[in-house]
């Protein structure tokens, strides 16, 4: 698909779209992508606005569009508009959810070897303070939680079950559909963390029978930084309870605070109405795209460059899955991930290091200290593979 003419003609419109692409070649979409030019003109006119009328009126101004924008980020991932929440990044939307569970003595997490370092945070910090047992559910021989034995866990302790779903590294793509249907009925919260698969791959909270999904705007949806969102089934809201709200989350009725019935109730009044106009944009920029073109060519890419790298004699290419995402971790021998992401820098080309610190169990488990991580988006090209695999072997020569 990579290399079809009809393909060629969309990254060429995509790529006129995000006018970095003349000067960089950027794999670091996994980081922060590039937004396209209708997302940064969207933010700038509002912010224009702002300057003449103040930030209130202003987004007086935006309220059906606004509106618009949990329309399309409910499109995202097949939920209703009023079972979203904006929030300014994928830690705040997975804390948020993590936190409002009334956890008790006792109560399970189960999660896997890849989770990130953040999510394992909160857990460890609810065992130390209400006494959460974290367990990791053992991952089969190709990297994949291993369903059977995560259903071989599930008692009436378990509270919940937290996996992320494209993690950080390792080119990991969790089976999250298969664990959904491993749950069934089981009455403990299933969160997914998408923060590096939404705007890569095509994700249904039905399908995937998730309770709740954290997402960023930053990563590979090309929303503006600082943005972020939450889908939250309504049949377990209830069972929530924000640790933070005010009077545009919940209301005073004599004396007692009462939470909105949406969504909403994770959120907080003040927000950078620029930069969600640029979220919504952006959602709807990935809709009019095709996520289900976006996830071939993007998973094509990578596939890719995954090849071309192995074809380098002191180059190891670390990634795992029987399902694989956009993102590439590879590492040299004879010359350190630090080293040779800041070399490519210094020629417009653009990774990032991936440190032990961001997945512990998963790199500890494979005694990986650091990686170089190449995550490729729809408007990168095979060339830039070409150029980016050739800078690598020039620099270990």
Not at 184 to 195: K, N, R, S, T, Y
Not at 197 to 208: A, K, N, Y
Not at 298 to 305: D, F, K, P, S, W
Request: hydrophobic share 40%; glycine share 8%; aromatic share 6%.
């Amino acid at each position: 698909m990579i290399h079809d003419s009809g393909t060629q003609a969309t990254v060429a419109r995509l790529r006129a779209d995000t006018p970095a692409c003349e000067n960089v070649v950027h794999f670091d979409n996994a980081g922060s992508a590039l937004p396209p030019r209708p997302v940064v003109d969207r933010v700038i006119r509002h912010l224009r606005r702002e300057e003449q009328i103040g930030g209130y009126l202003a987004a007086d101004e935006v309220r059906d569009e606004l509106a618009d924008g949990y329309a399309a980020l409910a499109r995202l991932v097949g939920a209703r508009p009023e079972e979203i929440a904006v929030t300014d990044s994928a830690t705040r939307s997975w804390v948020s959810v993590f936190t409002g569970v009334s956890w008790r003595e006792g109560d399970r997490v189960l999660t896997a070897a890849s989770e990130y370092s953040s999510n394992l945070i909160a857990m460890f910090e609810a065992a130390r303070e209400r006494g959460v047992r974290v367990e990791r559910v053992p991952s089969a021989a190709d990297g994949d939680v291993d369903v059977d034995a995560l259903s071989a866990m599930l008692d009436d302790r378990v509270r919940m079950v937290a996996i992320t779903h494209a993690p950080t590294n390792g080119g990991l793509v969790q089976p999250v559909e298969r664990i959904g249907a491993a749950l069934g009925d089981h009455p403990a919260l299933f969160l997914v963390d998408a923060c590096q698969s939404i705007g890569q791959l095509p994700l249904d909270l039905d399908t995937v029978n998730a309770d709740a999904l954290s997402a960023t705007g930053r990563k590979y949806l090309r929303a503006p930084r600082g943005t972020g969102f939450l889908a939250v089934r309504g049949s377990v809201l209830e069972d929530l309870t924000p640790v933070h709200v005010d009077l545009d989350s919940a209301w005073l009725e004599d004396g007692r605070v009462r939470l909105r019935g949406d969504a909403r109730r994770f959120e907080l009044f003040e927000r950078n109405v620029a930069a969600v106009l640029g979220l919504g944009e952006a959602a709807r920029y990935y809709l009019d795209v095709g996520p289900e073109w976006v996830h071939e060519y993007v998973t094509g890419l990578a596939e890719h460059l995954r090849e071309r790298l192995t074809e380098l004699s002191d180059v190891e290419v670390t990634d795992i899955g029987s399902c694989r995402s956009g993102i590439v971790s590879f590492r040299a021998h004879t010359v350190p991930a630090r080293e040779l992401v800041a070399r490519l820098k210094e020629r417009g080309v653009h990774a990032t290091v991936s440190r032990a610190s961001s997945t512990p169990w998963d790199m500890g488990d494979r005694e990986l200290d650091e990686l170089v991580r190449a995550s490729v988006h729809y408007y990168n090209t095979p060339d830039e593979v070409a150029r980016f695999c050739a800078e690598v072997a020039s620099m270990l020569r």
